[in-house]
């Protein structure tokens, strides 16, 4: 006989990283400085590509919808969080939990989808150059853009839904600092198997797919590169898709890291640990790996705050 939902559970209370007194003013200082960098940075990017006509091309197009993400992406957990540690009340209310876990779901694909959609737009680039500016037409951009959108907006609104079926008991301890959808299905008290099942087969259709197009997409860069003859033209070609790659490889890297660190240890406080470098490290280090590696960008915010001089 199934548990049932005593009186349809109210809320919820997020554990976060640690309960010592002494450590809170760290982490706040910690995740709030991250955040904040998260938020400029990114800011920052949309700003050059929005300012400088030069920059209206697809790549830089995809590059802003990224960044846009990315701060979406990092607001749906950080400032739970942060007021949390600040209020040392760790309470979120059920109705809040379930949206927090839809628009994280939300985001987290879309970053998926984008970063497989730009690995497309760098492919077309480089292996077929004569028609990049054909085949990335601004139609062809923004529908790829929306279909990414409409996308991870049904895949977080079928995990959400099978979320609102399950049941809890009254009193529930999520050993995260956000509503993490693994989490919830493994502290409901009602059956979860089709929960599961539905997990796995989105995360193999929804993440392995944008992952082997990226990995193909990469491989017939890397072969036409291979065939340019000149130095100077390998290295031309392949600076314009450096900065993807690294980024490509951090959020790929980061999350597999995070899925086997906590199959390996099972433990809920490891997991929740190491799941802080692709929600919160990776949106963050993505401006600067942008900025950095890209004289384009720097050369556009060096123009407009010049020009705000």
């Excluded at 960098?37 to 209206?56: E, F, K, P, Q, R």
């Excluded at 049904?154 to 009193?171: A, D, G, I, N, P």
């Amino acid at each position: 006989m199934e548990p049932e939902n005593d009186t349809q559970i109210s809320e919820f209370l997020l554990l976060g990283f640690s309960e010592e007194p002494e450590l809170q003013p760290f982490l706040f200082g910690l995740f709030l400085l991250m955040y904040l960098v998260t938020i400029l940075g990114n800011l920052l990017i949309i700003l050059a590509v929005s300012y400088d006509t030069h920059l209206h091309t697809p790549m830089y197009f995809f590059l802003a919808n990224l960044s846009f993400v990315d701060i979406c992406f990092t607001s749906t957990t950080l400032p739970k969080m942060l007021v949390n540690i600040q209020t040392q009340r760790k309470v979120i209310i059920y109705e809040s939990c379930i949206m927090q876990m839809y628009f994280f779901l939300l985001f987290a694909g879309l970053d998926n989808f984008l970063l497989s959609v730009m690995a497309y737009d760098r492919f077309v680039a480089i292996c077929h150059p004569l028609h990049y500016m054909v085949t990335m037409n601004p139609q062809l951009c923004g529908l790829l853009v929306l279909v990414s959108w409409i996308m991870s907006a049904l895949h977080s609104l079928l995990q959400t839904l099978m979320v609102l079926r399950l049941s809890f008991h009254t009193e529930v301890e999520i050993p995260h600092f956000f509503c993490e959808l693994n989490q919830m299905i493994q502290l409901a008290c009602s059956d979860t198997f089709l929960n599961n099942m539905v997990l796995y087969f989105a995360a193999m259709l929804l993440a392995g797919i944008p992952m082997a197009g990226v990995l193909y997409s990469y491989c017939k860069i890397v072969s036409s590169i291979r065939r340019i003859s000149s130095a100077q033209g390998k290295h031309k070609a392949f600076s314009t898709c450096a900065s993807h790659l690294s980024v490509v490889s951090l959020f790929y890297c980061t999350s597999l890291g995070v899925y086997l660190s906590s199959a390996a240890t099972q433990s809920s406080h490891s997991s929740a640990v190491a799941s802080v470098m692709y929600t919160v490290v990776t949106p963050m280090l993505n401006p600067f790996i942008y900025s950095l590696r890209n004289k384009d960008i720097k050369e556009a915010l060096s123009v407009f705050f010049r020009g705000k001089t």
